[in-house]
């Protein structure tokens, strides 16, 4: 195996492959790249068994073979490298030599036939999404992805439909939905399927135009350009969202986003450690925030509002709050309120052609 390249080409698709390779020891295979040199291009292959990444880089081509290599060592290596360099890279017998100028690094390797098998996508189905819209989605319900335990929360589920798609999450104590309108997209029948969190961080690392989408029995495929994201589908049934979405929240608090997100930030620098809470005294024209801590003081602020509905007192926990506040983009927020027992259903009051809805419990304070 050898052949040749430039390190910029080379370093950004190792630096993709960063996020994929298992940094724990439990399989020291897990933590290589399988390279695999073909007669047109260079293939690096990367897998923690649950998500894979493979990509492809042209390169001028001496020898074909295939090897594995630890995936933060030759990335390290790459990377040290002068700019602007051609860099070669030559397997003689197990051991990876690469040179770049008057660098040279030899690094041991371990046989290709102990990596694990990755599966290959055939996109024969023709579903395409716009990237930048699903990007867009997967930042409106990112932050509510918190239950590791729970597997089957630890990931949002993906619906298809004609001309639409949807992406939700939850941890339990919230909810987020983000629904956006894709006119090219049709599939045979809606497709729902859990995608894991990490799957989703990868996703949002990866430039393009459009991403395309297939899958199998047990996996998931994202294709951008010539980078191929492969996920294990999380089996297992997602909870019943839209019965936990109000539909009859009767009191409407409309307020600046920027203006609330900053007074939730002042008024929680004195809340519990613990529980972040902090309380809305909701009245017509007026919102008072208020917390405590008994051990260092206590905090108030009021912000002026429009609220059609009863006097309301009532807590939430800060940071689920900013969560909220931070991924969406418009400059008024509308909170849909019932009493201090009842979730709050929360919303852009501009959908910015993407429709978000943000479902909190409130909490005892």
């Known amino acids: 195996m050898k052949f040749s390249l430039s390190k910029e080409a080379f370093l950004a698709e190792l630096q993709i492959l960063q996020g994929i390779v298992e940094k724990r020891n439990t399989m020291p295979i897990l933590a290589n790249v399988l390279m695999n040199v073909s007669a047109s291009e260079v293939e690096l292959t990367g897998t923690d068994l649950e998500v894979g990444l493979r ?8 020898k074909t073979g295939a090897i594995t290599v630890n995936g933060k060592k030759i990335f390290e290596i790459v990377k040290s490298l002068p700019e602007g360099q051609a860099v070669e890279v030559e397997l003689k017998d197990e051991t990876l030599e690469i040179r770049a100028g008057a660098s040279e690094f030899k690094v041991l390797c371990l046989a290709k036939e102990d990596y694990p098998q990755v599966p290959d996508a055939k996109f024969e189905q023709g579903i395409t999404l716009s990237l930048q819209d699903f990007k867009d989605m997967i930042d409106r319900v990112f932050y509510a992805i918190t239950q590791e335990q729970r597997y089957y929360l630890n990931g949002a589920l993906l619906s298809l439909k004609n001309r639409q798609i949807e992406l939700i999450s939850t941890d339990g104590h919230r909810l987020s939905y983000t629904k956006k309108a ?10 729902s399927v859990i995608v894991a969190k990490k799957t989703l961080n990868e996703i949002r690392k990866l430039e393009g135009e459009t991403v395309a989408f297939d899958l199998d029995e047990n996996n998931l495929f994202f294709r951008v350009g010539a980078r191929t994201l492969i996920s294990r589908i999380i089996e297992s049934k997602f909870p019943n969202y839209q019965a936990v979405i109000p539909k009859d929240n009767p009191g409407r608090l409309v307020m600046g986003r920027v203006e609330l997100a900053d007074a939730i930030r002042r008024v929680s620098l004195l809340s519990a450690e613990r529980s972040k809470g902090i309380k809305f005294t909701v009245e017509k024209n007026r919102l008072r925030l208020f ?15 429009e609220y059609k509905g009863q006097d309301l007192e009532v807590g939430f926990n800060a940071q689920y709050l900013l969560d909220f506040l931070t991924a969406v983009g418009s400059e008024k927020v509308v909170f849909e309120l019932k009493d201090e027992n009842s979730a709050v259903l929360m919303r852009p009051e501009t959908e910015e052609g993407l429709t978000n809805i943000y479902v909190l419990m409130p909490m005892k304070i």
Do not use: C, F, M, Y
């Not at 405590?292 to 509002?305: K, M, W």
């Open 182 to 191: 894709q006119d090219g997209l049709k599939v045979e029948k809606e497709l």
């Open 55 to 62: 990509t492809h880089i042209g390169a001028d081509i001496e």
């Open 291 to 305: 917390s405590s801590n008994p051990e260092i003081g206590e905090a108030r602020d009021r912000l002026a509002v």
